[in-house]
T-cell receptor
Framework: DQQVKQNSPSLSVQEGRISILNCDYT??????FLWYKKYPAEGPTFLIS?????DKNEDGRFTVFLNKSAKHLSLHIVPSQPGDSAVYFCAASESTGNQFYFGTGTSLTVIP | DAGITQSPRHKVTETGTPVTLRCHQT?????MYWYRQDPGHGLRLIHY???????DKGEVSDGYSVSRSKTEDFLLTLESATSSQTSVYFCAISEFRYYEQYFGPGTRLTVT
């Protein structure tokens, strides 16, 4: 039973435009969320996080938005660059839990 | 980059043989994790450790065992490999339980 879902397996965006990657979760107890980026043949790399006490967190070109009532978070990349082409995973956890639950990933392609 | 290595990086083995994967860290982080990545499933937690000799099961632990005799090493053992255990295995570490994790480069395991 997938508690964290990324319903778009792939996304293509023109260089310089905004990329929006979406993630939904079912467990209302989740209160900490992460985004990871993964290049082929490498391990995932931590990108940005957000706690449920916030609805937005920004780090350079990357912004994560959290809508707790909709159980939805999104990652915005502005402006998108070809080097951003990778698979992006969202992950969620609850503070009393023991693990993060990962989505299935969205493959982003930024077209030069 | 966090100092995490995994060995071997690639392995092909036959059904029924035992296999041990090694994760080594130089960060002195308390928490260590083993995940598997499969198409359509994202990353799923197999086992994790919260200290030397302290381990617990994740969501897909059947057929796997782990050991941690030193802070820096976390071993994953498939006692009798099956074709369903063909996957890419990632080790991760984190300083605190409820915190972002840093991943190793992965081990691609093929069970024939």
């Amino acid at each position: 039973d997938q508690q964290v879902k990324q319903n778009s397996p792939s996304l293509s965006v023109q260089e310089g435009r905004i990329s929006i990657l979406n993630c939904d979760y079912t467990n209302s107890m989740f209160d900490y969320f992460l985004w990871y980026k993964k290049y082929p043949a490498e391990g995932p790399t931590f990108l940005i996080s957000i706690s449920s006490i916030k609805d937005k967190n920004e780090d350079g070109r990357f912004t994560v938005f959290l809508n707790k009532s909709a159980k939805h978070l999104s990652l915005h990349i502005v402006p998108s660059q070809p080097g951003d082409s990778a698979v992006y995973f969202c992950a969620a956890s609850e503070s009393t839990g023991n693990q993060f639950y990962f989505g299935t990933g969205t493959s982003l392609t930024v077209i030069p | 980059d966090a100092g995490i290595t995994q060995s071997p990086r690639h392995k092909v083995t036959e059904t029924g043989t035992p296999v041990t994967l090694r994760c080594h860290q130089t960060e002195n982080h308390r928490y260590m994790y083993w995940y598997r990545q499969d198409p359509g499933h994202g990353l799923r937690l197999i086992h994790y450790s919260y200290g030397v000799k302290d381990t617990d099961k994740g969501e897909v632990s059947d057929g796997y065992s782990v050991s941690r005799s030193k802070t820096e090493d976390f071993l994953l053992t498939l006692e009798s490999a099956t074709s369903s255990q063909t996957s890419v295995y990632f080790c991760a570490i984190s300083e605190f339980r409820y915190y972002e994790q840093y991943f190793g480069p992965g081990t691609r395991l093929t069970v024939t």
